[in-house]
């Protein structure tokens, strides 16, 4: 398997287990989409995609539709996505993407947050050639699917990289090509279960479990954060 599937089956939201924290975190999402585009998924394909990732985290139905009429809400036109970079103990480095209607606020809880477990904010841009930017889609395999033909049909939409293993597909692409792929995907007929743009490391370490107990402290206290939507680094 390559870096890509690895790289997804090991960041598959592991700390969002609780479902309190993770809803809220969708609906930011769903909101945001709605607000950029119209709040009918047929006629937006970023909301269309927030929605599907949100039932794939089995978000209910009343949730999902609460998040899409809160875009029109008062509360929501300050609403910004922002991203934040960071160093942490034993040479981990992490990109903080948020989503915030304060962000003086966010600001100080990140930083808040790396300083007191040993880590450092630093200035935006630093870690950018750092990451690579990817569009991943994930959908079930289907019986009579064939993926070298299914690999030739995409390739035109922006495919880099198609993967199956355990009856799952994850399809890779530059970031760019997010929009394209998508809906070559929904033209030939897939069901997508979930849709993504990740950031991933060019150069990826590996840090002994006693390291990782200081870095999981950092990622938890992160990924608590009302704002903080994700949170990358380049451990492998």
């Keep these: 398997m390559g870096r890509a599937f690895e790289y997804r089956k090991a960041s598959k939201l592991k700390r969002w287990g609780a479902m309190s924290k993770l809803f809220p975190k969708l609906g930011k999402i769903i909101t945001m989409a709605a607000k950029e585009g119209s709040s009918d998924p047929d006629m937006n394909a970023k909301l269309r995609t927030a929605i599907i ?30 991203n934040f970079e960071g160093k942490a103990p034993h ?50 395999l289907k019986v009579d699917m064939d993926i070298e033909e299914l690999e030739l049909d995409l390739i035109d939409a922006g495919l880099e990289e198609i993967e199956s293993e355990d009856g799952e597909v994850l399809v890779t692409a530059d970031y760019t090509s997010f929009g394209t792929l998508n809906s070559a995907l929904e033209e030939i007929g897939i069901e997508i279960k979930k849709a993504n743009l990740e950031r991933m490391a060019n150069t990826p370490i590996s840090i002994t479990e006693e390291q990782q107990t200081d870095i999981d402290k950092i990622l938890e206290r992160l990924e608590d954060d009302e704002d903080v939507q994700k949170v990358f680094s380049n451990l492998v």
Excluded: Q, Y
Aim: hydrophobic residues 40%.
């Design 53 to 82: 990732n949100a039932k794939a985290e089995n978000m209910p139905k009343d949730n999902i539709e609460a998040a899409i009429k809160r875009a029109s809400a008062k509360d929501t036109a300050s609403m910004l996505e922002v």
């Design 91 to 140: 040479g981990v480095l992490l990109f903080i993407e948020c989503m915030t209607d304060n962000n003086t606020r966010t600001v100080a809880n990140v930083k808040n947050i790396l300083t007191k477990h040993g880590g450092e904010l630093l200035t935006n841009g630093s870690l950018e050639f750092m990451f690579d930017r990817k569009a991943l889609f994930e959908f079930d």
